[in-house]
């Protein structure tokens, strides 16, 4: 197949990471290739300008001359729905169709992201099982595997949709639990449909982690020390709000954890420093007494200061940690080392021939 297109049936299946180093495995193999994402569900503004943030990181990772439009020309935003729903036609599948026709130029393999799930962009007639055979593409199906395997029928529904054009399955996100049953009995079985494995990616929980930073970022946090520790991983959070015996009980349960408590609660504080914290993280505009600073200090652990209420916080950190965000140079490598691992390179790149 010429291209060839990462599609699922959920967002962050890990789409983005999958596709990048694809790009960069084909490169190393001496075949130049390049990105493109008809249809974008992560709205950024640069500059002016609204676009995708995984066609903006992939133009960044992947060092790529096209501008950011063209590598994701349809962003689906509230306003370009309402437009559509009022009847104002701006013909996405032109727009899509101009974008890859200057993307895919020099005729080299087109490495294609899907949108969070198979059918968005469907309202704009730009759903994947409606662009696929225009770009020219075959389809490999990403499969998150969370806690049950109910994806088969969506594996089935698939090869319904795309016949033919169906390549394979890579399977993302497994536990050690289910990999018996994926290896015994679901892979075997989708092998007798005609449906082939590029492998199986292992659940890997440092891919949920987020920096110190990042999660600064999102809080709108302002430091008040440790910012040269800003690196630092984030795999999860605890809330503090009880008496200081029982959070220091509580937070020796998690390592690499944010606590989220109110600037004013020192005692808190001073419990979560007691044990494996990643940073603190003081709501209500409430300074901490110099002595939580100066353990802080000690043992390295950043201490940000945010202006929301506890439950904000809590909301936008929830938001962060737990979703496979690819966006950091250190996890699309991670990612490339587990493809390496795991997957079936030689098979998955064969597609293209």
Not at 63 to 77: I, K, R
Not at 95 to 111: E, H, L, M, N, T
Not at 183 to 188: D, K, T
Not at 195 to 209: E, H, N, V
Request: glycine fraction near 8%; charged fraction near 25%; charge should be negative.
């Amino acid at each position: 197949m010429k291209n060839l297109m990462f599609l699922s049936t959920e967002p962050y299946s890990g789409k983005t990471g999958l596709v990048l180093n694809l790009i960069k495995e084909l490169r190393q193999r001496g075949r130049e290739a390049v990105y493109f994402k008809p249809v974008g569900n992560l709205p950024a503004s640069l500059n002016t300008t609204i676009c995708d943030k995984a066609a903006l990181y992939a133009k960044e990772a992947l060092d790529l001359e096209a501008s950011v439009g063209d590598l994701c020309p349809l962003v689906l935003t509230s306003s370009e729905t309402i437009d559509r729903l009022r009847g104002e036609d701006r013909d996405a599948p032109a727009r899509i169709k101009d974008a890859f026709v200057k993307v895919s130029a020099s005729g080299a393999p087109v490495v294609i992201e899907g949108s969070g799930h198979i059918n968005d962009g469907r309202l704009h007639r730009a759903s994947a099982p409606e662009l696929i055979g225009e770009l020219e593409a075959g389809a490999v199906l990403v499969v998150k595997l969370d806690n049950n395997f109910e994806l088969v029928d969506d594996i089935l529904v698939a090869r319904d949709s795309f016949g033919d054009r169906l390549a394979g399955v890579i399977f993302n996100w497994v536990r050690p639990a289910q990999m018996q049953v994926l290896e015994e009995a679901v892979v075997p079985f989708l092998d007798r449909e005609g449906i082939p494995s590029f492998g199986i990616m292992p659940r890997d929980a440092s891919l949920l982690a987020v920096s110190v930073d990042t999660l600064a970022r999102s809080l709108g946090g302002r430091y008040l020390c440790g910012k040269e520790h800003g690196d630092n991983k984030v795999e999860t959070f605890m809330v503090g709000a009880m008496g200081q015996e029982q959070a220091l009980r509580f937070f020796r349960h998690k390592a690499r954890k944010a606590v989220i408590t109110g600037g004013d609660r020192a005692d808190v504080q001073l419990a979560a420093l007691e044990t494996p914290t990643s940073c603190l993280v003081l709501t209500g505009n409430y300074l901490p007494p110099p002595a939580v600073l100066s353990v802080a200090e000690q043992k390295g652990v950043p201490v940000m200061l945010v202006e929301v209420d506890t439950l904000t916080a809590v909301e936008r950190t929830e938001s962060l940690i737990g979703q496979t965000r690819v966006h950091e140079q250190v996890k699309l490598d991670q990612i490339g080392e587990r493809m390496r691992e795991h997957l079936d390179l030689d098979r998955l790149c064969a597609v293209f021939d």
